[in-house]
């Protein structure tokens, strides 16, 4: 079974600062992705971006972006140019890649979350 | 383009009731996953319909159970409620295996 582990309960940055968050994971698959979402205190889950096990680049979405190291199983959150909008839980979720009959029998195994609190 | 729609956005039961819960994927998604989420067990994999067919299962007892309909929606039931089932049922729905799951606001389940 995948485990997902956040080992930073709570972090706080300062606005327009710069703040990574970790994640770490153990699987025995070698095709599978990996997401980070964020949960504003609305609830909603928010997907703030992806990456495919396969691909050895980096994803970056704006201010977002990942360092990915699939040998270590780590793929941590950079956030930067905090801005206020950015305080959330953010949750580290994994999810096993397609099936040999093409659909996904996947599911999202979220690591326990990180509470991000951006100072003004 | 309409999110998933979670209904309701509340709900106050009794131990012992039944409850269901209704999740209205993205137009054109077919898979709607369901998750718990308590402050104790964090967001928990409860399972994950495709095309009307169950086909994940988390580790909850039989009182949990679900089903999907043709149009997609998909609803979840769960029977003889404990204190312990309190918690934020999220509904989430994709297009394919290999896209990611877009998210409901979910329905907020109190026991008392």
């Known amino acids: 079974a995948q485990t997902v582990t956040q080992s930073q309960p709570e972090m706080s940055v300062q606005e327009a600062e710069t703040v990574t968050l970790s994640c770490t994971y153990d699987t025995s698959e070698s095709d599978y992705y990996l997401f980070w979402y964020k949960q504003p205190p609305s609830r909603q889950m928010i997907l703030v971006i992806r990456?495919?096990?396969?691909?050895?680049q980096n994803a970056t979405e704006n201010r977002f972006s990942v360092n990915f190291q699939k040998a270590a199983k780590s793929f941590s959150l950079k956030i930067s140019d905090s801005q206020l909008g950015d305080a959330a839980m953010y949750f580290c979720a994994y999810r096993s890649a397609l099936n040999a009959g093409g659909t996904s029998y996947g599911k999202l195994t979220f690591g326990q979350g990180t509470i991000l609190t951006v100072h003004p | 383009k309409a999110g998933v729609t979670q209904t309701p956005r509340y709900l106050i039961k009794t131990r012992g009731q039944q409850v269901t819960l209704s999740c209205s994927p993205i137009s054109g998604h077919r898979s709607v996953s369901w998750y718990q989420q308590t402050p104790g067990q964090g967001l928990q994999f409860l399972f994950e319909?495709?095309?009307?067919?169950?086909?994940n299962k988390g580790n909850f007892p039989g009182r949990f159970s679900g089903r999907q309909f043709s149009n997609s929606r998909s609803e979840m039931n769960v029977s003889t409620l404990e204190l312990g089932d309190s918690a934020l049922y999220l509904c989430?729905?994709?297009?394919?295996?290999?896209?990611?799951?877009?998210f409901g606001d979910g329905t907020r389940l109190s026991i008392l």
């Open positions: 990456q495919e096990a396969y691909k050895q």
């Open positions: 989430a729905s994709s297009l394919t295996g290999d896209q990611p799951q877009h």
């Open positions: 319909y495709f095309s009307e067919t169950q086909r």
